[in-house]
């Protein structure tokens, strides 16, 4: 994880959208700063691809604060969204719906 401004700046920019090998397709990344709720900028991190899906690690900055926000996702390969809190991983978005899913068929 991105904790520190060394650790930031050491960190690669992150490029969106990015496509997974597994075909996943990543087309925003949005992190909201811890203190104002801000969409952090400036991303950068590291995306780690695993069978089941893409993990990525990121940080953005909150410049009104000063403030450097860390995140920590997993996109599934079946459309959920998870990410990882103080409390432990979380859905950000459920299972795709029927809609997506035969959009997908097209
Ligand atoms: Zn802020």
């Known amino acids: 994880m991105i904790f520190t ?12 959208p990015y ?9 925003e990344l949005n992190g909201k700063c811890k203190k104002c ?12 691809e695993h069978p089941n899906c893409t993990e990525i690690r990121f940080a953005g900055v909150c410049h009104p604060c000063k ?11 079946d459309g959920r969204i998870t990410t990882n809190t103080d409390c ?3 859905d950000i978005k459920p299972e795709s719906n029927w809609y997506s899913r035969l ?3 097209f």
Do not use: C
Not at 8 to 14: F, K, T
Not at 21 to 27: K, R
């Open 5 to 16: 401004p060394e650790q930031y700046v050491e960190a690669p920019i992150i490029n969106i």
């Open 19 to 27: 496509q997974s090998e597994s075909g996943i397709m990543i087309e």
């Open 37 to 48: 709720k801000k969409t952090v900028e400036n991303l950068r991190g590291y995306i780690t």
């Open 67 to 77: 403030l450097i926000n860390s995140f920590h996702l997993r996109h599934y390969n």
């Open 88 to 90: 432990g991983w979380f």
């Open 103 to 105: 959009m997908d068929r």
